[in-house]
């Protein structure tokens, strides 16, 4: 088959569509064939040698695909050959073919296409693990969401609007804060210009947002604990600025505020079974009811992975990048 390779990190062009060996299903794992996979931010870093993959997984990046199940390696049950299905990795998904444990696969939502399905699972799984597993997001509660513009953050607008959230959003750009708006966000943040803390004090009236999801980190820490609220919870998923920052312990106290720092592709595989469990129970019946769905910026071939990173690093694009296998 053929994959995108890095024989060397780098920029984009250190991505080189490449012949590699077929991969075979282990133990309670399926074979795909690959329609489609999404870029992640995660993909970025391993091109750059800054995220490897955990022991065991593919070398080669891309953590979410769609495609149809072409081979089942022992003890697998419930899923049999020409089913079409997305599925969560550990990496591998920018190939031609992929092994997947069975626990991470999910059936295509009716009223979503192959391919399309492709920009689904790791957002899926990412917002819903974060957003309610862990922050325990609940109705008529306010939570701000950065970087609203992005594949996770169009979910997690989606998905808190479906529960009954108010959401706010952080974007860099008038027209990215319009999308967020046609999503379901009503506090629109325009990060360049306004402060996220002023403006959430003030469209809350002073009382600050429950739960805040954060892909910046660092740079962020100390003004996401100024915007909790009393029993505020701050979810971090991302370090895009920065891995270390100071906390002030006291306000967090007198908050009774709580913050948690995540990561999904690392985890074990009974974790991201159970992760994907509650997304196929909770989450695909709104993607099939039409109040929530895949938000895709761009579909491009596989073999022009470095311009699909190079739209990801830009920030220009609203969504998911898709890269189609063909």
């Known amino acids: 088959m053929h994959a995108i390779t890095i024989p060397e990190p780098g920029d984009a062009e250190a991505l080189v569509w490449a012949e590699v060996p077929d991969p075979v299903p282990g133990v309670g794992e399926v074979l795909l064939q690959v329609t489609a996979s999404a870029v992640n931010r995660a993909d970025i870093l391993q091109r750059q040698g800054h995220y490897d993959p955990p022991p065991g997984a593919s070398p080669y990046p891309g953590l979410e695909c769609s495609g149809r199940v072409a081979g089942l390696g022992p003890g697998v049950s419930g899923w ?36 399309r399905a492709a920009a689904l699972p790791e957002v899926a799984a990412t917002v819903w693990s974060n957003l309610f597993m862990v922050a325990h997001l609940r109705p008529g509660e306010t939570v701000l969401v950065h970087g609203g513009s992005s594949g996770i953050g169009t979910m997690a607008i989606q998905l808190a609007k479906a529960v009954g959230a108010r959401v706010a959003v952080t974007a860099g750009t008038r027209e990215k804060l319009e999308r967020c708006a046609e999503l379901g966000a009503e506090i629109l943040i325009d990060y360049r210009e306004q402060d996220f803390v002023e403006e959430i004090e003030r469209a809350t009236e002073g009382a600050g947002a429950d739960v805040v999801l954060d892909n910046m980190g660092a740079r962020y820490l100390d003004r996401n604990i100024r915007t909790l609220a009393v029993n505020g919870r701050l979810a971090i998923i991302g370090m895009q600025g920065g891995v270390k920052g100071e906390l002030d312990i006291g306000r967090l106290l007198r908050k009774r505020a709580a913050v948690t720092a995540t990561s999904l592709r690392a985890r074990p595989p009974e974790e991201k079974a159970a992760i994907v469990s509650a997304v196929r129970e909770h989450v695909w019946p709104l993607v099939e009811a039409g109040r929530v769905r895949p938000v895709v910026d761009r579909e491009l071939p596989m073999d022009q992975a470095a311009a699909a990173h190079r739209v990801v690093e830009g920030s220009g694009h609203v969504g998911k990048v898709l890269l189609l296998a063909g």
Not at 85 to 101: D, I, K, N, Q
């Open 80 to 115: 049999a050959v020409g089913d079409e299905v997305c599925a969560l990795l550990g990496g591998g998904g920018y190939a031609e073919r992929v092994a997947v444990p069975a626990g991470q696969l999910l059936p295509v939502p009716e009223g979503v296409t192959l391919a």
